[in-house]
């Protein structure tokens, strides 16, 4: 089963920020959240990863509290192109081998 | 630019052939894959773990005769699906962990079985 937690749908206008919540209240110290998105008929793309710090680049920031219970992402200009499904996964970042199991998802929708 | 790769990426075929995907890393060595499937508005659904050089595992309720899977190198793996019926129609998706980044995606093989 998967370990996250996340809202099914959220909507959100061109230009604004989305941030996309998911709960992981289960994490294990040695695992990492990772955030992959799916644009429709087409495979998951990477966007972050983080252990217990921040994390920014140049598609998102990642924010996650510090009892790690849960953890934001956060699209700072949101387009068009950002509709898409967004899946939070937790996993041991240094285990190769482990097999990345897939929740729901939020269905982020950009409104123009 | 893609990491991974998967052949082909559409794929129509009659009820009862054999179709053979293959997923591909592509600059890297992947001792590990996995295939997902995913059906319409569904999340992905992981089949089994493609192990270089060894059986592969398959998740509870894969049939493993149904869905070969072949590790033959450190760079390629293949998914059969033997004698295909229409309820195998999906999109088919691979991954493999890629040092320092952890898992990348294929990119999908639409299947579907008339």
């Known amino acids: 089963d998967a370990k996250t937690t996340q809202p099914p749908s959220m909507d959100c206008a061109e230009g604004r920020a989305a941030n996309l919540p998911c709960n992981h209240s289960t994490i294990s110290g040695n695992e990492y959240v990772y955030w992959y998105r799916q644009i429709h008929s087409q495979g998951p793309q990477y966007i972050i990863h983080g252990l217990k710090n921040n994390e920014t680049n140049e598609m998102a920031s990642l924010i996650i509290t510090e009892d790690r219970k849960s953890s934001t992402l956060i699209l700072p200009h949101a387009t068009l192109r950002d509709t898409a499904v967004y899946y939070c996964?937790?996993?041991?970042?240094?285990?190769?081998?482990?097999?990345?199991?897939f929740g729901k998802g939020t269905r982020l929708h950009i409104l123009p | 630019g893609a990491v991974v790769s998967q052949h082909p990426s559409r794929v129509i075929c009659k009820s009862g052939t054999s179709v053979k995907i293959e997923c591909r890393s592509l600059d890297f060595q992947a001792t590990t894959m996995f295939w997902y499937r995913q059906f319409p508005k569904q999340s992905l659904m992981l089949m089994a773990t493609s192990n270089e050089g060894s059986k592969a595992t398959y998740e509870q309720g894969v049939e493993k005769d149904k869905f070969l899977i072949n590790h033959a190198s450190l760079t390629l793996s293949t998914l059969t699906v033997t004698s295909a019926h229409p309820e195998d129609s999906s999109f088919y998706i691979c991954?493999?962990?890629?040092?320092?980044?952890?898992?990348?995606f294929g990119p999908g093989t639409r299947l579907t079985v008339l």
């Open positions: 996964i937790v996993r041991p970042s240094t285990n190769r081998d482990d097999k990345i199991i």
């Open positions: 991954s493999a962990y890629r040092p320092g980044l952890g898992p990348s």
